[in-house]
């Protein structure tokens, strides 16, 4: 497993002063979020010179750009907007194409409470996988779709399983379908295998929360090599979010 953190755990710092903050606590990588105005200065508006400097800078640097996580969805009931984030989503496609990105983060959230609307999302979400799979696939991008919000596991894997995906995989936060019901051993029946990125938050004080230590441990034991990343937002103090993280992880 490759440990970093998301830019929201530090949003007022550049992309130098990330990667120094990876460097000092020895993360491997880092996750930015994008669309949130973040100082890492990675964005759809920003200029190839940018894109150039920020790609050079992980290239010296020794340090991994996981993932590029976006606030992309394809569950509007309005077939224009989910056309425009299929649209969205290619332009984030190609954006990670260029900064050597690893991943790009999706949602599929939030789900409706009737099986019939619920049947009717999840094909809207596969759809706009579909539409978007084999592009990523040919840049080299894998597409992570969360277990964000009420999109438990056993969803996530029926919206792979109807979109035919081949270069989509999953972002796993087990603590959202643990607050929505399903343990994490449940859910893992649906994703393994499937996991390409995670998220994980260790809390403020105390040992590691039994839901990160579980889901860490399943992915450990089945030999799991991608990325696991830390997803505080906003803290008042993410130095020390760093550090506890980072002393945490070491215990397992």
């Given at each position: 497993m490759q440990f970093g953190f998301m830019s929201s755990v530090c949003p007022p710092?550049?992309?130098a002063e990330l990667i120094d903050k990876a460097k000092q606590y020895n993360y491997e990588h880092l996750e930015l979020r994008v669309e949130w105005q973040h100082k890492h200065g990675v964005e759809l508006d920003s200029t190839e010179?940018?894109?150039?400097?920020?790609?050079?800078?992980?290239a010296?640097?020794?340090?991994?750009?996981?993932?590029i996580a976006t606030g992309v969805r394809f569950i509007d009931?309005?077939?224009n907007k989910r056309a425009q984030q299929v649209v969205l989503l290619k332009k984030y496609i190609d954006l990670s194409e260029k900064m050597g990105a690893k991943n790009i983060r999706i949602f599929g959230d939030p789900v409706p409470k009737t099986p019939t609307e619920i049947d009717r999302t999840l094909d809207w979400e596969a759809d706009g996988i579909r539409a978007c799979d084999g592009l990523a696939g040919d840049a080299g991008v894998?597409?992570?779709?969360e277990t964000h919000g009420n999109l438990l596991a056993s969803y996530l894997a029926e919206v792979l399983y109807r979109s035919?995906?081949?270069n989509t995989y999953v972002n796993w936060h087990a603590a959202h379908h643990v607050r929505h019901g399903q343990p994490v051993d449940v859910a893992y029946v649906h994703l393994r295998n499937k996991v390409r990125h995670a998220h994980v938050s260790f809390g403020n004080e105390g040992p590691m929360p039994d839901t990160e230590k579980d889901s860490l441990t399943l992915l450990a034991q089945d030999g799991y090599t991608g990325f696991i990343s830390i997803e505080v937002i906003n803290p008042k103090d993410s130095e020390?979010?760093?550090?506890?993280?980072?002393e945490l992880y070491k215990t397992l």
């Open positions: 710092l550049t992309l010179q940018q894109l150039n400097e920020a790609k050079a800078r992980f010296d640097s020794g340090i991994t750009l996981s993932c009931p309005d077939a894998a597409l992570c779709l035919e995906a081949q020390a979010v760093l550090k506890r993280h980072a």
